[in-house]
């Protein structure tokens, strides 16, 4: 059995050894330039698109984004390509961010507070089913998010966002599995605390069915 | 399993992490209370919202300011450091307690100095030598570097025993400076890379 398993993981390892991006990386870690911007140009999507959801801020997640892809060239020495490329990358991009969010509310503490007692628009007694509806539960959302505290917000963000698994979030945070999982059922929790105070949310009618 | 339970194991449930036991236990209990149905319904409701949420588009490519920056020498990366960390403001508490711990030293520094004894004597004597030596240190530098140090060094030796006596924590300066330059070292440098299994999954 456990060698079955290590025969389909030196089999996953091999053939994720042989994607294009993992021979990319190692032309870049040669010091090879064109490589290096071919990884560039790959990569700011993902990075930017990271970037904007952890720091919800257009201007600030465009440098963040570009400080992270040179955090990467700097530091792909440093990558032995033990963990995957892209969770590595992801780690960058958060250390970035994280840093950049911290000094970004000690300026802006004042703005935020003052943005949240702005009250919320309210939504008529619409179809539910109508885009504008869903759009104000969507502004909702994200202004819900941009609320929670960094910690949180970074694990939903990476569990739904990007979709990742506790594992790789554990990994990209540097924190236990367990811390995962609990920062994701109390971001989750928080969340939902912050929505149901909104009365722009379009909550779908719920009776406690049986699922 | 009580509600409170249940509350805390709805997250990984919906993220099909729970099994075993923990996972019968709990579609037993939502079974049986209406009042978890709903706090899954909702969990499940906002995952899907999040999920929803239209991906930011990058709109300019940022690869030639990338590469340009990337390729620069790093000369004043320290000075935008050190303007970014002026950016940067302690949690409230920090600063309440910093705040509280300069006025408490310099109560004990006024108070014993009026008590001629404990650290304000030391400070109150420290700056009597200095001023002291203010006046003969002028005369003592035209004899010469070497003679200064001896100077110095005949002047502060007794000063130095009577302040270990009364405040040992002078000694530990030297290893205050030494985790300085390792602080300034990037987080990303020492990347610890693991083989992250699921992560082929």
């Known amino acids: 059995m456990g060698a079955a398993v290590a025969i389909c993981e030196e089999v996953g390892a091999r053939l994720a050894a042989q994607t294009e991006e993992a021979r990319l990386v190692a032309r870049c870690r040669g010091g090879d330039r064109q490589a290096q911007e071919i990884l560039v140009r790959r990569c700011q999507e993902r990075v930017y698109r990271l970037a904007y959801n952890l720091l919800e801020h257009p201007e600030e997640a465009l440098d963040a984004a570009q400080e992270a892809l040179i955090a990467m060239l700097r530091s792909l020495p440093s990558f032995r390509g033990e963990a995957r490329f892209e969770t590595w990358l992801y780690r960058v991009t958060t250390n970035v961010c994280l840093m950049r969010r911290r000094q970004l509310c000690a300026r802006t503490r004042l703005v935020t507070d003052l943005a949240a007692d702005i009250p919320a628009a309210r939504a008529g007694a619409a179809d539910p089913e109508t885009a504008a509806l869903r759009g104000e539960t969507r502004a909702a959302v994200r202004e819900g998010l941009r609320r929670l505290p960094a910690g949180f917000r970074a694990v939903v963000v990476l569990r739904e966002l990007e979709g990742l698994s506790y594992e790789a979030i554990a990994e990209i945070l540097r924190i236990p599995l367990g811390t995962v999982q609990s920062r994701l059922s109390r971001g989750r929790q928080m969340l939902r605390d912050i929505l149901m105070a909104d009365q722009r949310v379009a909550w779908p009618s719920m009776r406690g069915e049986k699922q | ?201």
Do not use: K
Not at chain 2, 34 to 59: H, K, M, N, Q
Not at chain 2, 137 to 161: D, H, K, N
């Open chain 2, 1 to 201: 399993m009580t509600c409170r339970e249940a509350r805390n194991l709805v997250s990984s449930y919906l993220d099909g992490r729970l099994a075993g036991r923990r996972a019968r236990d709990l579609t037993q209990h939502l079974d049986e209370c209406a009042g978890c149905r709903e706090e899954l319904a909702r969990l499940r409701f906002i995952a899907d919202a999040v999920r929803s949420l239209p991906a930011a588009r990058l709109t300019v490519d940022l690869t030639p300011a990338v590469m340009a920056r990337a390729s620069a020498p790093r000369r004043w990366e320290w000075l935008d450091a050190l303007r970014r960390s002026a950016a940067y403001r302690p949690p409230r508490v920090i600063r309440e307690f910093a705040r509280v711990a300069v006025v408490v030293v310099a109560l004990v520094v006024v108070v014993t100095a009026g008590a001629g004894q404990g650290p304000g004597n030391l400070v109150a004597s420290w700056s009597g030598r200095v001023a002291g030596m203010a006046g003969t240190g002028v005369a003592q530098l035209t004899s010469g570097l070497a003679e200064a140090r001896i100077f110095l060094a005949e002047r502060f030796a007794p000063a130095s025993l009577s302040a270990t006596a009364q405040a040992p924590a002078r000694e530990h300066r030297p290893e205050l400076s030494e985790p300085s330059s390792r602080r300034t070292e990037p987080e990303v440098t020492h990347a610890r890379q693991e083989v992250v299994r699921d992560v082929y999954a």
